[in-house]
């Protein structure tokens, strides 16, 4: 009888042909299988991608930004047996405006999708994981929590919202031996760089195989 959590099923939220595609492809060389969730036409032909790749992968369309829709889905995933062991939230809505210029309607919705999605996440998860004893929640942050960027103000909110999010989450779940952390990109991803996705996966990778003791809430990726 399948167990209700696989710890070596990953659930990717956001995916994309970055460092969605780049995390997907470090965990699936330790022998992980993969469930895709995002909301473009895209997702599709990333899965198949990876798929010819030689990883076991699942595809799930769901837009996050409807809050309500995303955690049925959600809920669905985590109901099924061999439920996802580890989880990286990598959504973001990249909506560039000044803060003084963007409705509040456009802030809203970005707010969804960088911070609230999120946090619906980590509701659903946890207790599931709490259950198996064990589990692992990454959230992608970014260098703009720092330093926000005047001209992408919903942005630079959003990811210092996001690794306040994560620290709470992490406050209530470590006991129960979940690791939950934010991975903050310190610098622009781009393929061939220091910033390259597939560097910036082995962080992914660190902070999922640390033992407890040796758990933080933030791992950064400088490029150095």
Request: proline fraction near 5%; charge should be negative; glycine fraction near 12%.
């Amino acid at each position: 009888m399948p167990e209700p959590v696989d710890p070596r099923h990953l659930l990717l939220l956001g995916a994309g042909p970055g460092v969605g595609a780049s995390v997907v492809r470090r965990f699936g060389r330790e022998g992980f299988r993969s469930t895709l969730i995002a909301r473009g036409e895209s997702l599709e032909q990333l899965a198949s991608e990876l798929r010819n790749d030689g990883l076991e992968i699942e595809a799930v369309r769901a837009d996050i930004g409807d809050l309500d829709g995303y955690r049925a889905t959600l809920e669905r995933i985590f109901r099924a047996p061999g439920a996802p062991g580890v989880v990286v939230y990598n959504a973001a809505l990249l909506d560039p405006g000044q803060i003084l210029d963007m409705t509040v309607s456009r802030l809203r919705t970005a707010y969804d999708v960088d911070v609230l999605g999120a946090v619906v996440t980590g509701q659903v998860a946890a207790p599931v994981l709490r259950t198996a004893g064990a589990g692992t929640l990454l959230f992608t942050s970014g260098g703009f929590a720092d330093h926000p960027v005047p001209a992408l103000a919903s942005l630079s909110m959003g990811k210092a919202a996001l690794r306040s999010a994560a620290t709470l989450i992490a406050a209530g779940v470590q006991e129960d031996g979940i690791h939950a952390a934010t991975v903050t990109i310190a610098g622009s991803v781009a393929r061939g760089t220091a910033f390259d996705p597939d560097n910036i996966a082995e962080l992914f990778w660190t902070a999922h195989s640390d033992p407890a003791e040796a758990w933080q809430t933030e791992y950064r990726f400088t490029g150095a």
